[in-house]
């Protein structure tokens, strides 16, 4: 098991400078808090967790994380959605497709095994992964409901999409958006079978529980919206990546000669010769309306996979809802690369009955043998190797002082090692920020860089050697800096230089102040509750936390009365008396009861409609 973790897990991917320390967030979290995160302290200047759509709170298979180390955990949840996208593949070509039980397995091996989900496996998109696995069981049941738009399909059809909404968002948009354009085509082409109401009250069902399921993470991430950088990405920035249509063509047919810097992750578009091949005797040989659905919705994917190379891309970006959102455009593939999959899945079926069953099984073989070396290729990508020496991690772990947090000048501390030693960072890997902290990041860091970047402090600057700022980071609580050239602040005490590092420490750190004169101490730090011992005589005085503002905190001195919250961007302040000697800050989505109400609702609703149609489906007729 420790060369899969090393191959999968230890890549300097996402996985490791995201979902990892996350993961180990998560974990203690519930073990050590014995609370649901809300919020996340980890990383940033701290963050809404369930905002986040990618955070692990409601998708039941993380929970194996209590159960298991977080890296054994990973892996076994990994190699298991590979296994749920077969199981989903295979169910689609034997019982939609009714196609021979070995062309099924190919179906489903083609589709696991398409160098397009290897290729985010590399990359460590973790969640990513987790909702492809339920694309081909929402496309087996979109097109049975489609057919029969039943209340039963209806809430099984918002059941899976939920698990889909709930890992990647993107993904779900692209689902929803095939199962829409999908069921426009079925409606044109069987008009003579259309039963309004049947469809208005099937289709209105689903989207009330779809909509109910994903309730507690919707509005949650409405709210966020308003305050994310997100929103502040431009045309330029969506449409990644930015390719030539040579390098464009070479990734779809041919890219066996590109270099690892041209075969990336979200480039790589082949589904390897023999499956194309197959597919395309699949699409001749399999007589049905719907292929012709299929290979539009490929056209369509190939088309929108190019973003601004193609012209009326724009039009996409200007009326597409939430496309402004989006940055990759080539995550459209993967539900082609299903696609592709079931055309060769024809493909093998004709091959067996033109020829004959050692036929098919050589070529079933040779393709599958293609698609591993086109792994070897897609792994063979070197690993970053870890920048900061092991004795600054082992410095820093040594200090018993609580929740301080960390920063590197170029991110070069590895979050994954952060997350496993319980150490906080400003630093950091997230697509989701919040937009006064990037901008006082900005100047605590001693950086200049108005884009969108997900990483920050962003790649662009490094070469500038920013100056940051002692008091300013110090304010977010920042003990430790780490940076590969020396710093100037004097508040900046050396600690200790290895391998052409430098390691500080930040004489300015303070995790809350007060404006006026007095003193404050934090009593008890988990990621949804802080409180915070006051002494003091001035009247008119401010307490500020080194936490972000954000609409859900409230706080209470320790008479229970509620203070008021000030936004002092980016950080959570509190008017306080002389009279106030302890104030507790607590964080709760302001929407948190009624969605959990109506995911449950949602639930409940599902089951009663599922076991109902099977029950009535069951009772004899007299």
């Known amino acids: 098991m420790n060369w899969l973790i090393n191959l999968l ?43 986040d759509p990618q955070s692990l709170i409601f998708y039941p298979p993380n929970y194996l994380l209590l159960l298991l180390p977080v890296e054994p955990a990973l892996l076994i949840l990994i190699l298991a959605h590979l296994v749920l996208a077969g199981a989903g593949a295979y169910f689609l070509a034997k019982n939609q497709f009714k196609l021979s039980q070995l062309a099924a397995v190919f179906v489903a091996l083609s589709f696991t095994l398409t160098p397009k989900i290897f290729s985010h496996l590399e990359g460590g998109h973790y969640t990513m992964l987790m909702a492809v696995a339920w694309l081909p069981w929402f496309t087996w049941l979109a097109l049975k409901f489609v057919a029969r738009p039943t209340l039963k399909h209806a809430a099984l059809l918002a059941l899976v999409a939920w698990p889909i909404y709930l890992n990647y968002i993107n993904i779900a948009y692209f689902a929803l958006l095939f199962f829409a354009t999908y069921s426009l085509f079925y409606l044109f ?58 390098l464009f063509l070479q990734n779809l047919l041919f890219p066996y000669r590109l270099t690892y810097l041209q075969f990336t ?88 009955r033109k020829f004959n069953l050692k036929a098919a099984w050589l070529i079933l073989s040779l393709s599958l043998f293609e698609l591993i070396g086109v792994h070897i290729k897609i792994f063979s990508q070197p690993a970053q190797p870890e920048l900061l020496p092991t004795s600054f991690y082992r410095l820093i772990a040594a200090d018993q002082e609580p929740n301080f947090r960390t920063y590197c000048t170029t991110a070069c501390f590895s979050l994954r090692q952060l997350g496993q030693l319980n150490l906080n960072s ?30 920050l402090p962003p790649y662009q600057s490094y070469g500038e050697q920013p100056q940051p700022s002692a008091d300013m980071l110090g304010k977010m609580n920042v003990k430790y800096v780490a940076s590969p050239y020396p710093l100037t602040d004097t508040a900046f005490q050396l600690l200790k230089s290895e391998s052409g590092f430098y390691l500080y420490q930040n004489l300015s750190q303070q995790p809350v102040w007060l404006s006026q004169e007095g003193a404050v101490e934090i009593v008890r730090f988990s990621p949804n509750v802080i409180k915070i011992k006051v002494n003091t005589d001035a009247p008119d005085n401010l307490l500020t936390l080194s936490q972000q503002f954000y609409p859900g905190w409230q706080a209470v001195d320790q008479t229970g009365s509620l203070l008021s919250i000030i936004n002092n961007k980016p950080f959570l302040s509190a008017p306080i008396t002389p009279a106030t000697t302890e104030v507790t800050f607590s964080y709760r989505p302001r929407y948190l009861t009624i969605s959990l109400i109506l995911l449950c609702t949602s639930l409940f609703s599902v089951f009663i409609l599922v076991k109902w149609s099977g029950a009535s489906k069951s009772t004899p007729k007299n």
């Open 9 to 51: 897990l230890h890549r300097s991917n996402d996985l490791s400078t995201f979902f990892i320390p996350n993961a180990y967030f998560f974990k203690r979290s519930l073990l050590q808090f014995h609370q649901i995160p809300l919020w996340n302290t980890f990383q940033f200047l701290s963050q809404p967790y369930l905002a």
């Open 189 to 246: 082409t069987h008009r003579t079978k259309f039963s309004f109401k049947q469809y208005a009250i099937s289709y209105t069902l689903f989207t009330i529980l779809f909509l109910g399921l994903i309730a507690p993470n919707l509005l949650a991430q409405l709210e966020l919206s308003d305050f994310s950088t997100r929103k502040l990405m431009i045309f330029e920035y969506v449409a990644q990546p930015i390719w030539s249509f040579k």
């Open 265 to 352: 992750t979200e480039r790589i578009l082949f589904p390897g010769i023999g499956v194309g091949v197959l597919a395309i005797v699949g699409w001749f040989s399999w007589r049905s309306k719907l292929r012709w659905f299929f290979i539009s919705w490929i056209i369509f994917s190939l088309l929108f996979s190019l973003g601004r190379r193609i012209p009326f891309f724009i039009f996409f970006y200007q009326f597409f809802p939430l496309m402004k959102w989006m940055r990759i455009t080539t995550r459209l593939w993967i539900i082609s690369n299903l696609l592709i999959a079931v055309f060769a899945g024809f493909g093998l079926a004709k091959i067996r």
């Open 426 to 455: 400003v630093s950091g890997n997230n697509p989701v920020q919040i937009a006064s902290f990037v901008d006082y990041l900005q100047s605590a860091g001693g950086y200049q860089y108005w884009h969108y970047a997900p990483i």
